[in-house]
């Protein structure tokens, strides 16, 4: 726990270098993270980012890192559906599939 707290700190304290070094606009990311110039500005040079926020500029840093995990995380979900008997059929699954893209269609047709 001590050495997350201190990578924390260590992250916190050079953000300004790791936004420099960024691949993306400065721009990009004060837009994506959703703070507001003015706020994301006076955070940097204060470096009093919350960890939140600290988190959402790493997701948009590092986009194949967190699409990583959400792949692991998924895979690791899935597996234990099946441990847990959590599954459905190919065939009602694709039946299932069949139906839903019938009442779209007839949507779409009555809307027209």
Do not use: C
């Amino acid at each position: 726990m001590i050495s997350e707290i201190k990578n924390y700190i260590q992250i916190s304290n050079s953000i300004d270098e790791i936004l420099k070094n960024s691949p993306f606009k400065l721009k990009y990311i004060i837009e994506k993270s959703g703070i507001s110039e003015p706020t994301f500005f006076r955070k940097m040079k204060e470096k009093k980012f919350n960890p939140e926020e600290l988190l959402k500029i790493a997701e948009i840093i590092y986009p194949e890192v967190n699409s990583k995990d959400g792949i692991l995380k998924a895979i690791e979900e899935g597996l234990e559906d099946v441990k847990n008997g959590r599954i459905t059929e190919h065939s009602t699954v694709m039946t299932e599939a069949k139906e839903r893209i019938a009442r779209k269609r007839n949507e779409h047709l009555l809307d027209k």
